[in-house]
Each structure stands twice: as structure tokens, then as C-alpha cells.
């Protein structure tokens, strides 16, 4: 029987295991001549659809500052374009275009296919119990600073 690991031990192995996986998701959008924060906001476009810069910030946990820039880099490679929305005319809804579209699609296929792999050192059972076990993680602590 192995001993139960700490809060301590569980914070660790999260900590490294989000580094690898983040590192090897970086390399690999690199290589598309993308950084990190521009894979996230082309692919929650690319699923979601036209969505505001409040909301993909939402979505993808960004600070404003680093989503103003991640926008206007995107932008200047021609991936998305700004759109006024008629019922909010101080706010701008992010689209991709076509050129953007193709980007995503083909970097995407090629990261879920590496992220598979990744996990497949996880059985079924074993991915089951990890997802359930940290979105309860994960809701307990956004709860427990809520109440703070």
C-alpha cells in the first residue's frame, strides 16, 4: 500500500504536469509561428465562433493586457478581423478570416493528435477519474476563494 500524497505532493505533480504539457503545446504552435495565447484565442474562435474580446477572455483566462496584444498581433497577420456589433456599438466582435480559419484548422488537427498520444498513457478508467477528480478540484477551490 502507498502512502496517501499531501496537498502539498498533489500541488506539486499539478504544477510540473501543467508546465510539461503547456511547454510541449508552445513547441508545437511555435512551430506554426504562433504563441500560446494566439493558438488559444484562434482556436476558441474556431469553436465557438464570432465572440467578443471580453468573452474569449473569459474563456481562455487571459489578462486584458496580453489579449489587447495577442488581438493586434492576430490581426496584423491577417487571421481575424474587428466587427462592430449593432446592439453594443462600443464593442467589437472578434472573427477569423478565411486565411485565419485554415491556420487553426490545420495547427488544431495536428494538436489534438499530439495531445491524444499524450494521454494515452491513460486508460479510460484512469482519464475518467483524472477529469472528475480535478473539476472537483477545481470547483471546490473557485469556491473556497469566492468566499474569501
Not at 49 to 61: A, D, H, V
Not at 93 to 122: C, N, W
Amino acid at each position: 500500500m502507498t502512502d496517501v500524497p499531501t496537498a502539498g505532493q498533489l500541488w506539486i505533480v499539478l504544477v510540473r504536469c501543467t508546465k510539461a504539457l503547456t511547454e510541449h503545446v508552445e513547441q508545437s504552435v511555435a512551430e506554426a509561428g504562433l504563441v500560446l495565447t494566439d493558438f488559444m484565442i484562434l482556436e476558441a474562435l474556431l469553436h465557438k465562433g464570432p465572440l467578443t474580446i471580453t468573452e474569449i477572455q473569459s474563456k481562455i483566462l487571459l489578462a486584458s493586457g496580453s489579449m489587447t496584444a495577442a488581438v493586434d498581433r492576430l490581426e496584423r497577420k491577417g487571421c481575424i478581423v474587428r466587427r462592430s456589433i449593432q446592439q453594443d456599438r462600443r464593442a467589437r466582435q472578434l472573427e477569423l478570416t478565411p486565411d485565419g480559419r485554415a491556420l487553426i484548422e490545420r495547427i488544431y488537427a495536428s494538436h489534438k493528435a499530439e495531445f491524444e498520444a499524450l494521454m494515452s498513457v491513460l486508460g479510460d478508467d484512469e482519464r475518467r477519474q483524472t477529469y472528475a477528480s480535478l473539476k472537483k478540484l477545481g470547483l471546490h477551490a473557485a469556491a473556497a476563494h469566492a468566499r474569501r
